[in-house]
């Protein structure tokens, strides 16, 4: 069974920067997407940025040029790295990766536990 474990949250000031980390564990055959979603009070969770085991990133409108995803498959990690950020940003962030079931014979979705990011001053 695959988990994920995430770190680097925390309390941050606006236009600060944090570095969210997400690894990977477990018996791992293949995992393809691997990305960020994150869940703010009373609102339903949302994608933050993807990256494909190829690199090919994807972000929502509201992060791009401000939010870098990065991977390294040989590690299965995935990092993001925010920058300029906004009291909007605070919400708890989950890492997410499409990781390869045998048991299935196909690709399930596996979350981390989340990570908390609070933008305040």
């Known amino acids: 069974q695959v988990q994920l474990v995430e770190s680097g949250g925390g309390l941050v000031q606006p236009g600060g920067s944090l570095r969210l980390s997400c690894v990977a564990s477990g018996v791992i055959y293949s995992i393809n997407d691997m990305g960020w979603f994150r869940q703010a009070p009373g609102k339903q969770r949302e994608l933050v940025a993807t990256i494909s085991n190829g690199g090919r990133k994807n972000y929502a409108d509201s992060v791009k040029g401000r939010f870098t995803i990065s991977r390294d498959n040989a590690k299965n990690t995935v990092v993001l790295q925010m920058n300029s950020l906004k009291p909007d940003d605070t919400a708890v962030y989950y890492c997410?990766?499409?990781?390869?079931?045998?048991?299935?014979?196909?690709?399930?979705?596996?979350w981390g536990q989340g990570t908390l990011v609070t933008v305040s001053s």
């Open positions: 997410n990766a499409e990781n390869f079931d045998v048991n299935a014979a196909g690709y399930l979705q596996v």
